[in-house]
């Protein structure tokens, strides 16, 4: 499972109807209008790198996104000791 937060900046007032079609899309498990550098971030989970991939790209088609970042969620690391 691969999981990340793909920060989105949106053209003027259309951060909400972004929020919206992003959170039908499938893998995204969340999608919030937030405030600062970005206007919208999702939080994602998809089966592996190549589906994220196809994701960004399907997010970054929406109609007013201009720009995305996106951070992957390093694993917890597990210590024998």
């Known amino acids: 499972m691969q999981r990340a937060y793909v920060f989105i900046n949106a053209e003027p007032g259309k951060l909400w109807q972004i929020a919206d079609v ?3 899309l499938r893998g995204v498990r969340m999608a ?3 405030t ?3 206007d919208v971030v999702l939080y994602v ?3 592996d790198i190549s589906q994220l ?3 960004i790209g399907l997010v970054q088609n929406i109609k007013g996104v201009t720009r995305t970042h996106t951070s992957v969620v390093i694993p917890a690391r597990v ?3």
């Open 79 to 81: 210590d024998d000791g």
């Open 22 to 24: 992003a959170s039908k």
């Open 53 to 55: 991939s196809n994701l």
């Open 45 to 47: 989970e998809v089966e």
């Open 32 to 34: 919030d209008a937030i």
């Open 36 to 38: 600062g550098e970005f």
